[in-house]
């Protein structure tokens, strides 16, 4: 069974930093690309960032480039999220999910909270 | 940057009804890059439709998408109590990718 579970979110006062991880089972994660959406309360799905199966290629929103930062460890089935300089904006859960077409997301994990507040 | 539009906002139909979705971009998508998610509160998004047209594992068959260029639909053929949820259209774009989200459809209990 395929499963995805984020950790590492909580309370974080603008400007500071958190490391979101994304633990991964099921499947070989080697072998697809990873993404992080987030939903900020009450508000719809926004990607942040992708990143392919060996990590050639990422991307990100706009909204968090030069911010965050991904990565996966395929030795440890395991996807990465390093946010700095944060913003009261970027409040959401945010979900990790699996690319397995390279165009939609099939499996999503239960979500990580990040708040960010003074 | 393409933008997609979702409308309704919200529709309110009754169990039994057909529900269509509609999903809109601002320029020419894949269609082998749009997708559908359904979100119920609380829980993370489930893709339906990918390819524009082909259901995901394990959805039902009243689940069916349609579409090209910029206009895609999505269409439950008959509402079950289960399918009141929201609804998101996404697309992928580029190399490395870009995925956008549309802004969703509540499709409630009327």
């Known amino acids: 069974e395929v499963q995805l579970v984020e950790s590492g979110g909580g309370p974080v006062k603008p400007g500071g930093s958190l490391r979101l991880s994304c633990a991964a089972s099921g499947f070989t994660f080697s072998g697809y690309s990873m993404d992080w959406v987030r939903q900020a309360p009450g508000k719809g799905l926004e990607w942040v960032s992708s990143?392919?199966?060996?990590?050639?290629?990422?991307s990100y929103a706009d909204s968090v480039k030069g911010r965050f930062t991904v990565s996966r460890d395929n030795a440890k089935n395991s996807l990465y999220l390093q946010m700095s300089s944060l913003r009261a904006e970027d409040t959401a859960v945010y979900y990790c999910?699996?690319?397995?077409?390279?165009?939609?997301?099939?499996?999503w994990g239960q979500g990580t909270l990040v708040t960010v507040s003074s | 940057e393409i933008v997609l539009t979702q409308s309704p906002g919200t529709l309110s139909l009754s169990p039994g009804e057909r529900a269509t979705l509609s999903c809109r971009a601002s320029q020419s998508v894949s269609s082998s890059y749009l997708a559908w998610y359904q979100q119920k509160p609380g829980q993370a998004p489930r893709l339906l439709i990918y390819?524009?047209?082909s259901r995901a594992t394990g959805i039902p068959d009243r689940f069916s998408g349609s579409g090209s260029g910029t206009d895609f639909t999505l269409t439950i053929s008959r509402l079950e109590p289960e399918d009141f949820a929201v609804y998101y259209c996404q697309q992928y774009a580029g190399s490395p990718g870009i995925f956008t989200f549309g802004p969703g459809t509540k499709v409630d209990i009327k």
């Open positions: 999910a699996r690319d397995w077409d390279g165009g939609s997301l099939d499996y």
């Open positions: 990143i392919t199966s060996g990590s050639s290629y990422i």
């Open positions: 390819g524009a047209s």
